[in-house]
Structure formats: C-alpha cells, structure tokens
C-alpha cells in the first residue's frame, strides 16, 4: 500500500544567534519514515531529541528562518513546495494538529463555537448547518455533555481536559486523514489524560485515520501506535513493532529507554518506583559526535562506533542504526526482562 507520509531524509537547521553573529544549528538530522493510512506511528526519545521538530515538519510550522531539505510527501503531494494556499489547505483538511496545551490552540476572545466550526466553514463543502450538527454529534461523542451550550461558551470557562476534548473534536470535524498529536495530554491530570487518550484512540479508529503520536512515555507509545519510531540527537535510530518494541529492542538507546521506565520492585518490599537513568545527558544533532551519536551514553559501545555513523539497516519490519544491532539482540532482551 502506498503511504500517505512519506518522509525521507529530512534534515532541519534552526538559526540561533552566537558570538559572531547568526548561524544555524542543525536540529534534524535525516530523518525517514512512512505513515500508511489508517496507521499510527509513535515518535518517542529524551526531551530535544527532535520529536516536536519532526512533527511540525509535516504541516512546515517551524521557527522563523528554519532552512529545510529532504523529501515530505503527503498524499503523494510535495509538502515542501507548497504555496501558502496550499499549506492552508492541508492544515485545514488533510493533516489536523493537536499540541500538548489545549489552550494555545485556542483564541481565549472568542467562542468554542468560534474555534470548531470556522475552519470546517471556510472550507467549503458542508454549510453552517451540516457543520453545526456534525460537531455536535462529534462533542457528544468525546464526552462533552450539554454540547449547544459549550459552543457558546469561552475557552476559560472549561477545564483543560474538555477543552482537549473539544480540541480533538475539531480536528476530526475537518475531516483529515492524518491526525498529528503532539503530547497531547501531557498538560493533563492523570485521570483525564487517560480519559482523553482512549477518545483519541477510539475516533481515530473509527474513521480509519492515521496518526504520527509524539511522546516520552514508551508504554503509551506501544499501547496505542502500530509502529514506534526512537528518536536520538535528531536521528530516529530504531523503527519497530510496538508489539515487539519492549520485549525485543535492537538498538542500545531502546534497551536504555525500556529499562529506565518506572518500575515497582514489590519483591525487595519497595514501593517506590525504582528509577534507572541513562548515564551521560541527551545530546542535540548540532552537538553529536560524528560516529554514532548515542556512543558517549552506551553500554555496547566498542572504538569502531566512535569513528563513523551506523547507516539504517532494514530487517522485516523493523529499522536500526547500530552496527552492533544483530550480535546484541540476545544481550538487550535479557537486559530488558532483567529490569521488567
Ligand atoms: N525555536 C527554536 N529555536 C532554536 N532551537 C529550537 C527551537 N525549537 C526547538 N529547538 C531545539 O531543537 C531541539 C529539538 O527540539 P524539539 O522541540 O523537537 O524536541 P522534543 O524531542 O520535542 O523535546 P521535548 O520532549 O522536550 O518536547 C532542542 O534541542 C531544542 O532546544
Ligand atoms: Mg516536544
């Protein structure tokens, strides 16, 4: 099947100001990956791993003056030679974004009804009427009561967790076919994110919508993405199985992240979470050395792995840049059952 996004080699510079003027940093550093339709693809890795980057990539909202290359495919459009009009049109339509904090989406001014039904409007295709009856149809079915009545309230008046819910709710009434999410419960008390994430998962199920999922929580990652997809220092270093991601890492970085996860060591008679943190401290694509950049925090590292970057090596259906990934696959699932 053909994938609805296509990313391939891109590679995102952001300008910074230094001591001799502005440069630019590299931020992403080749990074590939397919989205086919009605499928989800986590993104998971260390704060400044790329994640948020690579997500704003796709819908191009990156920072002023950021230089851009590689392949963006959307529905087998360029997405990186669009026009204004055209970009307008994919964010409206095709891709809908949801970020971490609900109320950045919003404008605090003016009316829920405002913020859902306007863009669906604009768009053409369906009248006020159609859409007015759609969107609430659609907050009823993300757990908003009394729906007429939120449309004709403001963003202050309603809680973080409802207006996420209504945020979701819009982004499906656009119809999209790739939904791109953001941590988007992140900002959210424990209760309502789960709440809020089997909403997510059930509407994007319903449609057959595909997802790009960006977060730091592995469990979540594997719990509701077909594929998860490790990001380091701007690189995604393995691509797998979310199925399979946990049980059988291939990459040291995977093993490293599965193994810090909070655990209860109830046999020891613990009851705190027992905390295993990576050595060393995450490293920007900018900053990496120029072998593998995970190399300075790895257990497995060996000289060969300082000297040049591992290329991506395809097997199946999963994606790993080590060059040791086939002699350690044994090593890394004993190490993650060990810390299970
Ligand atoms: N506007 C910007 N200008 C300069 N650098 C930026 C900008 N936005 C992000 N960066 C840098 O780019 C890198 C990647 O940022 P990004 O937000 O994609 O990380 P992330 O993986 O989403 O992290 P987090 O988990 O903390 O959200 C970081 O080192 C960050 O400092
Ligand atoms: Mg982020």
């Known amino acids: ?11 995102v510079d952001l300008p910074v100001r230094g001591p001799t ?67 307008n049109a ?22 829920v009804g405002d913020f859902v039904l306007e863009g669906p409007v604009r768009a053409g295709g369906r009248n006020r009427d159609e859409v007015l009856r759609e969107a609430l149809g659609l907050l009823t079915d993300v757990g908003i009561d009394r729906p007429e009545q939120r449309l004709r309230q403001y963003p202050h008046e309603l809680s973080g967790g409802m207006l996420q819910r ?26 309502t994110q789960s709440d809020v994430i ?15 999922f960006v977060t730091h929580d592995l469990d979540l990652a594997a719990a509701i993405c077909d594929r998860t997809c490790v990001m380091y220092a701007g690189r995604i270093v393995e691509d797998q199985l979310s199925s399979t991601l946990h049980d059988a890492p291939q990459h040291p970085y995977t093993a490293a992240l599965v193994a810090a996860r909070p655990v209860l060591d ?12 990576i050595r060393g401290r995450p490293a920007s694509a900018y900053e990496a050395p120029s072998g593998c950049p995970f190399e300075p925090r790895c257990n497995h590292a060996e ?15 999963s994606r790993v840049a080590c060059f040791r990934a086939s002699e350690l696959r044994g090593i890394l699932a004993l190490e993650v059952e060990t810390h299970a």
């Open 266 to 277: 109830i046999d020891a008679g613990c009851e705190l979470p027992v905390l295993r943190a």
């Open 1 to 11: 099947m053909a994938p609805l996004l296509s990313v391939e080699g891109l590679v």
């Open 21 to 87: 003027g502005r440069t630019h940093h590299r931020i992403i550093d080749g990074v590939s990956f397919d989205v086919a339709p009605g499928e989800a693809v986590g993104l998971v890795g260390e704060s400044g791993s790329g994640k948020s980057l690579t997500l704003r990539s796709v819908v191009r909202l990156l920072p002023e003056g950021a230089e851009v290359r590689g392949s963006l495919r959307f529905a087998d459009a360029d997405v990186l030679t669009m026009n204004r009009k055209q970009l």
């Open 198 to 212: 089997a909403i997510l998962d059930e509407q994007r199920h319903e449609r057959g919508l595909a997802m790009v």
């Open 303 to 317: 000289p060969a792995c300082s000297a040049t970057r591992p290329p991506e090596v395809n097997s199946g259906c």
């Open 166 to 191: 209504i945020v979701i709710a819009a982004a499906i009434l656009s119809r999209p076919q790739l939904l791109l999410a953001d941590e988007p419960t992140t900002a959210l008390d424990v209760t």
């Open 90 to 111: 994919l964010r409206s339509s095709g891709v809908a974004t949801i970020f971490q904090d609900p109320r950045a989406a919003v404008n605090p001014m003016r009316t």
